[in-house]
Nanobody, 121 residues
Framework: QVQLVESGGGLVQAGDSLRLSCVVS????????VGWFRQAPGKEREWVAT????????DYADSVKGRFTLSRDNAKSMTFLQMNSLRPADSAVYYC??????????????WGQGTQVTVSL
C-alpha cells in the first residue's frame, strides 16, 4: 500500500521560505508522479504542483509559479517543495499525494496526513 508522510511545515512571516518534504513508500508500477495540494480553512483543496518520477517534469498552479519549486530524489523516494516569497494567502494544510496513470496529474489515489503552513504578516 502506498503511504506518504509530509514534514517541514511551520509558522513563518510573509516573504520567508519553507521547504516541505514528502517520503513515499510502497509505490506501485502505476505511480507516475507526486502531487502537492493545499487546503485552507473554509476552502476546497486545491492542486499546487506535480512532479513526475521518471524525468522530473514539473507543473505548477499559476498562484505559485515562480515562487515554489518542486524537486525529487528517486533513490530516497522523496519529493521536496521549496516555497519562497511566502504570502499569507499560502497558509493552508499542505498534502502530498501519489498520482497514478489513472488519476492523472490533478487527482490522487493516496494522500499523506498533511503539514500545516502558516504565513503571518
Amino acid at each position: 500500500q502506498v503511504q506518504l508522510v509530509e514534514s517541514g511545515g511551520g509558522l513563518v512571516q510573509a516573504g520567508d521560505s519553507l521547504r516541505l518534504s514528502c517520503v513515499v513508500s510502497g509505490r506501485t508500477s502505476d505511480s507516475f508522479a507526486v502531487g502537492w495540494f493545499r487546503q485552507a480553512p473554509g476552502k476546497e483543496r486545491e492542486w499546487v504542483a506535480t512532479i513526475t518520477w521518471d524525468l522530473g517534469r514539473t507543473d505548477y498552479a499559476d498562484s505559485v509559479k515562480g515562487r515554489f519549486t518542486l524537486s525529487r530524489d528517486n533513490a530516497k523516494s522523496m519529493t521536496f517543495l521549496q516555497m519562497n516569497s511566502l504570502r499569507p494567502a499560502d497558509s493552508a494544510v499542505y498534502y502530498c499525494a501519489d498520482q497514478s496513470y489513472s488519476t492523472g496529474p490533478r487527482g490522487a489515489d493516496h494522500w499523506g496526513q498533511g503539514t500545516q503552513v502558516t504565513v503571518s504578516l
